[in-house]
């Protein structure tokens, strides 16, 4: 809906990241450190010139689009925080059913490969393989980190639940090169307890569903196991 202010925005690169799909990743990017992923940068931005200094800073602000969301918004929204039936202002959250669908996420730079154009490899990154990415800027904490800041109906990182896994799925692990950052991302993933909001009323009576979520080239298999009241994962495979 074009008005007297619009703006075009130019990708600067796309995100190719551990997750294939946008059911699993977690709410922040904070939330699974263990999350790779590579910000490949575009014609004409990919000049190495455009990153000088860059590798300088140890953490990065990506504004980027949420392309998998419609292009429509409403003024009021559902955070899946709230159980997923309360509502509050979309301004007022950080969903992805917003004006314009700018997203914004604060992530570490691990290395900044120009051997060929220019690719920065990231960590802790919550958005989707094929994201578009509008900017790039480097965070500066002395400015930006204010942990004495109020956070609303979000005041700290969800709770977190237990992860097991089966032999099987141990056995699987045991044998790829990157089994400890796989195993740490599938615990990091799973121990938000990614399962739809509206599958709530199973988390009090036990589920006997096998959920699968695909990180990274794997899809993880796993089911939730509910006992006096606890929850606890268990991946039963990894395929
Ligand atoms: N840190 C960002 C922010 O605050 O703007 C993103 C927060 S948003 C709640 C994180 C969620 O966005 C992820 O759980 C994932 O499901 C979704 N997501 C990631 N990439 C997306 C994309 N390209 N299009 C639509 N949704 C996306």
Known sequence: MASSHSFALDAIGVIE??????????????????ARATLVLAPPYNDPLSVRGLEAFSHLWLSF?????PERWTPLVRPPRLGG?????VFASRSTHRPNRLGLSLVELVDIDTRQGVRLVLRGCDLVSGTP?????????????RPEARAGFAPEAPTQLPVCFSAEAEATLAVRSDNESLRALIIQVLRQDPRP?????????GD???YGVR???VDVRFCAHHHENATTFEVVAIV
Do not use: C, M
């Open 17 to 34: 990241s551990d997750y294939p799909d946008k059911f699993g990743i977690p709410r922040q990017p904070g939330l699974a450190l263990d």
């Open 208 to 210: 006997a569903r096998v």
């Open 133 to 145: 990415v509008v900017d790039i800027k480097p965070y500066l904490p002395w400015a930006e980190s």
């Open 215 to 217: 990180l990274r080239d």
């Open 197 to 205: 909001a509206y599958h709530d009323r199973k988390r009090k009576t």
């Open 65 to 69: 689009i949420f392309h998998q969301s």
């Open 85 to 89: 039936n309360a509502k509050v202002g």
